[in-house]
């Protein structure tokens, strides 16, 4: 560990970070919040009682047997918010995005083609919404609109 300087404001964050890793380790070990508590209170008493050491020297010390100790009593298999990276929760089963998915769409996305059409469509969706969101995009569906007035109309290409 580098030595940090006393009462600077990393001294500080240093410490605050120390002390809750106690907490949280010693947490690991107890599960019972009402025997935890009593040893809180214990490594409470042990961070007050050298809280107004000023000699880098014994600081230094006593910092260095804190993280000594943190290393040899840490948990091995430490409790991880179900939530958080590590849990057993992280990432599962991720909600899908809200809105339609037109995921099958790549190249075509801002000039599709009668087929792009065909393939929203066949995928049981409304193809309305997609082609709004295109004109928004692009300003124009160049030759998509022919298509899809013919097709309305009932007018079959070629013919």
Do not use: C
Request: proline letters at 7%.
């Amino acid at each position: 560990m580098a030595a940090v300087s006393p009462f600077t404001a990393a001294h500080r964050s240093y410490v605050k970070s120390l002390y809750k890793r106690f907490l949280v380790n010693e947490l690991n070990w107890v599960v019972r919040r009402d025997i935890w508590r009593r040893r809180a209170l214990e490594i409470r008493a042990e961070f007050e009682r050298n809280r107004n050491i000023q000699d880098p020297r014994s600081l230094s010390i006593i910092l260095s047997k804190a993280e000594e100790y943190i290393a040899k009593t840490a948990h091995p298999d430490p409790y991880i918010v179900p939530g958080f990276p590590g849990g057993t929760k992280w990432e599962r089963a991720v909600a899908p995005p809200m809105g339609p998915i037109y995921d099958h769409i790549h190249g075509e996305a801002y000039h599709p083609t009668k087929e792009v059409v065909e393939m929203v469509e066949s995928a049981g969706q409304d193809v309305q919404p997609f082609l709004d969101f295109l004109k928004t995009k692009s300003g124009e569906l160049d030759g998509i609109s022919q298509y899809l007035h013919d097709r309305e109309t009932g007018h079959v290409a070629g013919h």
